[in-house]
């Protein structure tokens, strides 16, 4: 995966290149996809539905992540967002930040937390969408990282979890939609001020658990 797929595509820095050779993709896959899991592909977490969860493909979750600074990674206080079964969580625990992972399908949240537990810097948790604002309380964060597809919007209350460093990392798609099929996307930096940066277009399918209406439009 890191020699065929990642390395001719894009630079990798030695935590993440580390990160992605220590953790074991197919433990965060159903066992249908185990086989396939290091191909360039989507893998889909749950049944089809309107909250259908995807685990990202290798290359799109790396170029998304080469732009989190990981070679001041260590320690650095890290929130994901529909983590699914754990897999990027594990990349980031695997790089020594302190990562808390929350997820608004139970299931999912179960098997992240079993799949977790040999990662001692990461912590699970399971809500609602519109109950997450209130579980992080005044926590601060210096990345805040949306997996599991593409939002249609990125919703201000994340943004305000910042550290003034700090700075969010998602796809945005590029027009509303309302199926899981692959949308046209853009890979955001947002920082806590200023701008937001467009960071490469792609194809991914949609993340429909942030729905807010756009902090911010292109």
């Known amino acids: 995966m890191i020699w065929g797929q990642l390395r001719p595509h894009i630079i990798l820095p030695k935590p993440l290149k580390h990160a992605f050779a220590k953790v074991p993709r197919p433990l965060f896959v159903p066992p249908s996809h185990q086989e396939c899991c290091y191909h360039d592909d989507h ?29 001041m990674i260590a320690h650095k206080k890290v929130l994901i967002l529909s983590g699914g079964t754990g897999y990027s969580a594990a990349l980031f625990g695997q790089m020594e930040a302190d990562c808390l992972m929350v997820e608004t399908n139970n299931d999912l949240a179960d098997q992240a937390r079993e799949n977790l537990q040999s990662y ?38 994340l943004i305000v979890r910042l550290r003034p460093s700090g700075f969010l990392l998602a796809l945005q798609s590029k027009h509303p939609s309302t199926t899981n099929e692959l949308c046209l996307c853009y890979g955001m930096l947002v920082p806590h001020t200023g701008p937001a940066s467009i960071l490469f277009d792609a194809w991914a399918p949609l993340n429909q658990e942030f729905t807010d209406k756009p902090s911010f439009c292109f």
């Open 120 to 157: 001692t810097r990461v912590i699970v948790e399971s809500s609602p969408s519109h109950l997450i604002n209130e579980l992080l309380d005044e926590q601060l964060f210096d990345i805040i990282f949306i997996d599991g597809g593409a939002v249609q919007t990125i919703p201000q209350f």
């Open 43 to 71: 893998i889909p977490l749950t049944e089809k539905g309107p909250h259908q969860r995807f685990l990202l493909s290798p290359l799109l979750l790396s170029k998304l992540l080469v732009h989190a600074d990981l070679e």
